[in-house]
T-cell receptor, first 109, second 116 residues
């Protein structure tokens, strides 16, 4: 089962950090965690991915729990352009990515 | 550089007609994916092409759906005898090379299909 669990929606104030949680309690040792986001009326775009260690890039940070059963996507300063649906995806080996319903992030000015 | 492009942007058709949706991947990308997204839902994987390998068709919902990829580049998704439940946004993505599904996928803007 490739499912992950995310809150349906979250809200953040502009220029504040946002922590988007994701549970993947049945993850196995070789499964990657991917995050994509989908802005309104656009296709999804890659945000970040990781396996065991925390990861940083220009868009976000990914904090992976030590037991790997959960992870958190961190947007350090939310902007209005970050309002989107954020998908946390657990990838099982050599299989297609399974996109759930994600978390709809609203950013308030 | 040019991203993934899809055409048409929007397509309205009548129930029972066939439709063809086109995807132009990023130049040099050998992997190509099709997904569909129904209103308010997540993405549903349909089919995956990688180089000259046999495509992974495990996500196609029925035999009315087929896809081909000519010359390792452009792909066409065909839906025969369309039904109203086929109405959705059809998204195409491509990725660079052969680590299958573990690579970053770059998505096109999608084709919005409405079956009346």
């Amino acid at each position: 089962d490739a499912k992950t669990t995310q809150p349906n929606s979250m809200e953040s104030n502009e220029e504040e950090p946002v922590h988007l949680p994701c549970n993947h309690s049945t993850i196995s040792g070789t499964d990657y965690i991917h995050w994509y986001r989908q802005l309104p009326s656009q296709g999804p775009e890659y945000v970040i991915h990781g396996l065991t260690s925390n990861v940083n890039n220009r868009m976000a940070s990914l904090a992976i729990a030590e037991d790997r059963k959960s992870s958190t996507l961190i947007l350090h300063r939310a902007t209005l352009r970050d309002a989107a649906v954020y998908y946390c995806i657990r990838q099982l080996g050599n299989t297609p990515l399974v996109f759930g319903k994600g978390t709809r992030l609203s950013v308030i000015a | 550089g040019a991203g993934v492009s899809q055409s048409p942007s929007n397509k309205v058709t009548e129930k029972g007609k066939d439709v063809e949706l086109r995807c132009d991947p990023i130049s040099g990308h050998t992997a190509l994916y099709w997904y569909r997204q129904s209103l308010g839902q997540g993405l549903e994987f349909l089919i995956y092409f990688q180089g000259n390998s046999a495509p992974d068709k495990s996500g196609l919902p029925s035999d009315r759906f087929s896809a081909e990829r000519t010359g390792g580049s452009v792909s066409t998704l065909t839906i025969q005898r369309t039904q109203q439940e086929d109405s959705a946004v059809y998204l195409c993505a491509s990725s660079l090379a052969g680590r299958a599904y573990q690579e970053t996928q770059y998505f096109g803007p999608g084709t919005r299909l409405l079956v009346l």
